[in-house]
């Protein structure tokens, strides 16, 4: 015994002794006494709280309870032996014995393709406190013991339950079907009481093996206890119930109840304790300074969380029925489509919880995060495009020709800058190719430049709801980061901005160039890529036309003929078009020493046709040189060399059809003749036909040339311009766009496969996607302040574009699910592959080839700090100007909808809101121009949920704000869809956004993305969210306070 400032004047023994404590509250001693009948001793303590922490560090002291440890550790150390001990005789055996015994063989857990391996829910009863007195708030953690590597890993924790000693968790344990967990891998479960709630005391993470876990001042240990996976899956009641046990193994501290978790069956009893005891079982959840990326989504700012949740109360009002989303069960998890899905999927993260319904019911919800392939593959294919497509527009400047000297320094200078950008494009294309590590963008990686064409923090966050009563449902929404160009920055705007500017002043710069539209560059662009798609084309049936010649195969000559016929005609439709006759004019004046001739009325388009008609010869087609230099040019020479094309293919026609009508009277003599004579003058006769027709295709292909050289150069003079008026804000626009372009694609893409994978088995879903095309709607949360207005610039411009995509779905032909990209700039073709059971399943319009059309559409909505400023003290009219130009696409889709399908297409259709009373409802929201209406979000989400459409959300880097809204729409949907008890909306809420629930991942690292952050003050995010709490008379002094101080300091 020992005062604070003194030696020790005594020292206690303590055996076989035990304390006695008063129970009074004023009272603070504690009475040591002892078997062997020596005195008691008296010991009194400054407090109440000192008394009973003595009380207890007395106990635990004891012999006896040191003798207890002891022998725990002893009884671990036995267990621990007894499994090493067959590792450990391999090594005194014949190595011929030791590779016949292989590697150590675990027994699997039989499962269904593609769900869970095990999952379980944990509740926990006659839990017993260090004091009597103290009300227990706790939390289980989950860790494993894996069977080969006998180390512990922690998994997970369930959310904080406060104030009961019987605590039920609403979060339970799930395991990924990649987990390696076998039979014999043991689970143990350790329950801890929280005492400092106000700190973020509980984390969940996979530690390293040569990391100790930091100590947790905030928390006390309770018990823990350990069970074998395989006890579990093969009790009969699927139902294990353990004693809780101090460290020291010798002091029972409450039982844990252990409940096996399949999701195809429902779940009774203990109803009547969850109902009863709602009032007094809190649960708390702590919020993390970030969210997970990998969509277990929490947040941090309860200001927005106030600005989301004013749509819980439209929502209990409306109850709006969200169709399409339900799908058989063996829709969710056929074996069929697990190969394609595999292939743009991985690394899932599945989150189960239980929560009641309103008839005391039990319903069971799986949350799964995944991410996706798709972030690197998608833009590695588009960038490889974009260098294929820059590659041929330079080898079309240079094969212009001959210029005058003031549009050859031009042509230099752009070629020049195309040449840089093309290197830029194949060194970004190079380091994304060794990329190696994970498979999406973390948000700290946003501003790297070898990154810039990734999306970021892109994932699938799927909502597997199992109702008592209901149909399984699935809820899909697409997370990613909104589509931006970070590394470029957002000095001078977004794209939106850059855009309009860009134009304006392309405009005024006519006395260096020619100015031609936006619309007609863009028609040149696709001159080029029609020319570079049917020249092939007509040339390869042309030559399967002379080889059925050669054959003498009549079926297979008109076969060729048609083919040919089709094609030459889409070739000489294309270039019916004024453009290219005033380009070849403008090329020639960039001659040098050119002379006009008087210039010449072009005819119409009828006469031109009747030129094709009337000529059938192929000796009154004149052949043209190519565009004279250092002479007249006759402006109708153009027409001439085009019609060309049209009078050889009826050249060509014509003698076919006389071949076969020869054919067809000649076998009519020949089959009264000698049989063997009829077979010589086949022969004959097909070497006649090659002979015949051979100059005519010759004929048709030279013309052909001469129209594709010259709409090629007249094309390529027009590109020419645009780039020359603009350099070098022009190319850099360019990869702007193709960045932000990047990045919206990758999304769409993995939500178009997603949503077809799972709607496989809807036909009305199937005819409104090849009918009407598929909506994909995007929730932004982006604020109008600041950098963030020009992200949302980028996002608008990007998501615009991508009305330029189709989607085809084809066969797949191999193992390689991954989706082919074809196609130029402003016009790609994403070919999506199924597998032949798959594909078998779609409408036969899709299985032909039909394109399918998307729809995008973006509202937007800031709902942090900087909105709060934008409103107060900026603009809000790009966020205005964004949903109203929206809201009109989406009504153009709707009309379509209602156009094309039939009435009973949507078995909800005419349920309690109609999308027409959603649609009005909709504009006169965005009309009311209302600050932080996220009425906006609530009712853009339930049109496209109803339309059968991908949802999207989308903030900076797809954290904080696109987790409160995910999770707070997830809740709604329980809510309104599937009964969820209406105590129970806050908790639901609160289990799905806190941090401590999400298993797997580093304590050193970032929850979301990934940055180190162990040096970082915990409070870093909450300043923003402390002046959000300020009213906005307080912020308004505030401002002036400061830019008053200002004033002052510089004068």
Known sequence: MKNKSSEASEVVILERCWVVEFRSKTDVSIILKFQSGEPDLYLEAASKSDCEAWAVALGEANSEGLRNKIQQLRKLIMEIKEERTSDEARQFLPSSQVDTLGEPQFTSIQRIANEPKLEFSLACKGLVAATRDRKLNTFIQVSVVHPAEHILTRYSSTEIVEGTRDPLFLTGVTFPPEYPIYEETKIKLTVYDVKDKSQDTVRTSVLPDHKEPRADTG????????????????????QLTLTLRTSDGGKTVGTIEVNLVKMGEFEDGEMDHITTDAQDQKFLCFLPLKSCSCGFLSATCAHNTENLERMTDRRAKEECALVRECTAPEGLSGKDNLPSLNAVLKNPICKLYRFPTSDNKWMRIREQMAETTLSFHVPKELINLHIKEDMRRNQELKDLGELAPHWDNMRKSVIAHCDQMLSMYQDTLAELGKHTGSSFKSSCSKGEKTLEFIPINLHLQRMHVHSPRLKDALYDVIT???????????KNGGLRKLLSKFEAERRN???QCIYYSPENTAKAKEVLSNINHLQPLISSHADLLLNSASQHSPDSLKNSLKMLSEKTELFVH?????????????????????VLKKPAVPRSSAEEGDDLKHQDHPSQIKRQDSIPHHSEYDEEEWDRVWANVGKSLNCVIAMVDRLLEKDNSSKIKEGESDPSAADCKVLHAGGDWYEQLYPLVITLKDCMGEVVTRAKQSMAFVLLQELACG?????????????VFSQALAGLVCGFIIKLHTSLHDQGFLQQLHTVGLLVQYEGLLSTYSEEAGMLEDMAVG????????????EAKSEDFLPIITGRREHYVIEVQLPAKMFELLPQEIKEGKLLRMY?????????????????????TLQENINQENLELLKEYYNLFTEKMPPDCLPHFQEQNDLKGLLENLHQNIQAKRRKNVEIMWLAATICRKLNGVRF???KSAKDRTSMSVTLEQCSILRDEHQLHKDFFIRALDCMRSRQTQGALNESDDPETGCLTDNKPTSRHFYPVALLLVSSHLLVVWLILSLALLLAKYQ
């Open 219 to 238: 928390r006390s240990f309770l018990g823990c206890t350990t069970f074998r996976v395989g006890d579990l899956v093969k009790s009969k009641e699927q």
């Open 480 to 490: 990613v980061g909104a589509p931006a160009a970070h590394f470029q920055g957002f």
């Open 509 to 511: 710069t006519g006395y």
């Open 574 to 594: 294309a270039f019916k078009d004024q453009l290219v006759r005033s380009a070849l004019l403008a090329l020639y004046t960039a001659r040098p020493g050119c």
């Open 727 to 739: 350099l070098p804000q022009c190319l850099m626009l360019t990869l702007r766009r193709d960045i």
């Open 799 to 810: 998501i615009s574009d991508l009305q330029k995509v189709m989607f085809k779905v084809i």
């Open 856 to 876: 995008p559409v973006l509202f937007n909505v800031g709902i942090n700090e900087q909105q709060t400023l934008a409103e107060r003290f900026g603009d809000t």
């Open 953 to 955: 959300t989308c903030c």
